[in-house]
């Protein structure tokens, strides 16, 4: 599912989630784990993908990444398992 939008959640070795949207995922992921991703991820890889959303265009991943980064933490975590997450549908979960 290259070059459709998407909201993912990174899970960083320090513990932390970063949320972050793109149309084109695999690339994106790439460019987090060599450094060369958001400026929170640097220093904190490798990071390890643990949610996916894909949505209808740009302005609705913006605007789901924004509703995902004003959720307290606990909340996040509930999304990892949630219904909505791409990953857990293609690991079989």
Request: one cysteine or more; charged letters at 30%; glycine letters at 8%.
């Amino acid at each position: 599912m290259d070059n459709k939008p998407c909201v993912y959640i990174l899970s960083c070795k320090d513990g932390t989630l970063y949320t972050g949207w793109t149309n084109d995922f695999e690339k994106r992921l790439q460019a987090h784990n060599n450094g060369k991703g958001a400026k929170y991820t640097r220093g904190r890889g490798p990071v390890e993908p643990v949610y996916l959303e894909y949505c209808e265009d740009k302005v609705a991943a913006t605007k789901r990444e924004a509703a995902i980064k004003k959720l307290p933490l606990k909340k996040k975590q509930l999304l990892l398992s949630s219904t909505d997450n791409v990953l857990d549908s293609q690991q079989g979960k």
